[in-house]
């Protein structure tokens, strides 16, 4: 906020500096009668301390040039230390730098918005850029702070349980938020805050137990993460069925192998409603697998036939590489779109 204020002090010094010269110049030229390119000539010369053209030829004259003196001393003196002020600071780049920052911020549409930016949130944040998706950090630490300038990510040094920090980071426009806070207490203040601001967005939340993840559905938020509890699940399947969890977590990661997945949602201006899986013949079309269906009423057939019908509002569970996923894609995109 001071670096700003500085700024609006340069800029209101600099508008006094103009008055005075138009003050200068118009006095000059009722004074004394000389022309409008010669009397702005004079009160420059005058204001700026470079000298004088010629001696003012009467009263009226010598009172101006006295007065565009001081004022020019005063004016230049206060911009000198707003200068000395600025470099002292080392804002001048650094100005420039906030600026593309906003700007770049403002820009984004349909990005993610990642609050705490700990391990967790770091993490959220590697497999969102592997991913190629745009998002926003918000974070008050300086530990925080230091690890988004490394790893070059848009950041908003403030607490997302803020509602103006919230805003900056874009939240009308954003797709989804992260709840990746250490503290219950902040998650649960920033989904409250996410939920009531847009209530179309995707909320993923974090929790460190049972009563804390209650709470959080109730503020508002669609998926809840107990990471101790997720590790311990992980854990005893990497005993239990460790080939069958390696895999798992091999596919699910970015930074795994080619394979895949991805969810479509059947929209009605895809014109695949009412279809069976057979009609579409996805498997041959694309080279897509679909492994399971969620229906509207939330529930998965987690082991979809090709007679199952696709029905408006389902959301498809396919598993591919990246290029047949794309083809999936394709095939349930609106009709506009694939007629672009």
Request: net charge negative; charged share 25%.
């Given at each position: 906020?001071?670096?700003?204020?500085?700024?609006?002090?340069?800029?209101?010094?600099?508008?006094?500096?103009?008055?005075?010269?138009?003050?200068?110049?118009?006095?000059?030229?009722?004074?004394?009668?000389?022309?409008?390119?010669?009397?702005?000539?004079?009160?420059?010369?005058?204001?700026?301390?470079?000298?004088?053209?010629?001696?003012?030829?009467?009263?009226?004259?010598?009172?101006?040039?006295?007065?565009?003196?001081?004022?020019?001393?005063?004016?230049?003196?206060?911009?000198?230390?707003?200068?000395?002020?600025?470099?002292?600071?080392?804002?001048?780049?650094?100005?420039?730098?906030?600026?593309?920052?906003?700007?770049?911020?403002?820009?984004?549409?349909?990005?993610?918005?990642?609050?705490?930016?700990?391990?967790?949130?770091?993490?959220?944040?590697?497999?969102?850029?592997?991913?190629?998706?745009?998002?926003?950090?918000?974070?008050?630490?300086?530990?925080?702070?230091?690890?988004?300038?490394?790893?070059?990510?848009?950041?908003?040094?403030?607490?997302?349980?803020?509602?103006?920090?919230?805003?900056?980071?874009?939240?009308?426009?954003?797709?989804?938020?992260?709840?990746?806070?250490?503290?219950?207490?902040?998650?649960?203040?920033?989904?409250?805050?996410?939920?009531?601001?847009?209530?179309?967005?995707?909320?993923?939340?974090?929790?460190?137990?049972?009563?804390?993840?209650?709470?959080?559905?109730?503020?508002?938020?669609?998926?809840?993460?107990?990471?101790?509890?997720?590790?311990?699940?992980?854990?005893?399947?990497?005993?239990?069925?460790?080939?069958?969890?390696?895999?798992?977590?091999?596919?699910?990661?970015?930074?795994?192998?080619?394979?895949?997945?991805?969810?479509?949602?059947?929209?009605?201006?895809c014109g695949q409603g009412g279809k069976t899986i057979?009609?579409?013949?996805?498997?041959?079309?694309?080279?897509?697998?679909?492994?399971?269906?969620?229906?509207?009423?939330?529930?998965?057939?987690?082991?979809?036939?090709?007679?199952?019908?696709?029905?408006?509002?389902?959301?498809?569970?396919?598993?591919?590489?990246?290029?047949?996923?794309?083809?999936?894609?394709?095939?349930?995109?609106?009709?506009?779109?694939?007629?672009?």
């Amino acid at each position: 906020m001071d670096h700003a204020f500085s700024f609006r002090r340069f800029a209101y010094a600099v508008s006094a500096m103009a008055l005075v010269l138009g003050v200068g110049t118009i006095g000059f030229h009722s004074a004394i009668g000389e022309p409008w390119l010669q009397s702005f000539y004079r009160a420059v010369v005058s204001s700026t301390l470079t000298g004088l053209d010629t001696v003012p030829k009467n009263d009226g004259a010598r009172i101006i040039t006295i007065f565009l003196v001081l004022a020019g001393i005063s004016i230049f003196a206060y911009i000198g230390s707003l200068v000395v002020e600025a470099i002292a600071r080392g804002v001048i780049g650094g100005l420039w730098a906030e600026r593309r920052r906003r700007m770049a911020i403002e820009a984004l549409r349909e990005h993610y918005i990642i609050c705490g930016f700990g391990r967790v949130g770091r993490r959220v944040a590697e497999e969102l850029r592997h991913e190629g998706a745009s998002f926003v950090v918000v974070d008050y630490s300086v530990v925080a702070k230091e690890a988004a300038e490394e790893q070059d990510v848009l950041f908003i040094e403030g607490n997302g349980t803020d509602d103006d920090d919230l805003r900056s980071a874009g939240l009308e426009r954003a797709r989804g938020l992260v709840a990746a806070s250490d503290d219950d207490s902040d998650n649960l203040y920033i989904t409250l805050s996410a939920r009531a601001a847009n209530p179309e967005l995707l909320i993923v939340a974090r929790a460190s137990n049972e009563d804390a993840s209650k709470k959080l559905r109730l503020a508002g938020a669609d998926r809840i993460v107990q990471p101790y509890q997720a590790a311990g699940r992980a854990m005893a399947n990497l005993m239990l069925r460790p080939q069958v969890t390696a895999f798992v977590d091999v596919v699910t990661s970015a930074t795994g192998t080619d394979l895949r997945f991805e969810e479509i949602e059947v929209s009605d201006a895809c014109g695949q409603g009412g279809k069976t899986i057979r009609e579409l013949d996805i498997r041959n079309q694309t080279g897509a697998l679909i492994v399971a269906l969620r229906k509207q009423d939330g529930t998965f057939d987690t082991t979809p036939t090709p007679e199952a019908v696709l029905e408006v509002g389902d959301v498809l569970i396919a598993a591919g590489t990246e290029e047949e996923l794309r083809a999936l894609e394709r095939l349930f995109a609106p009709h506009e779109t694939v007629a672009r």
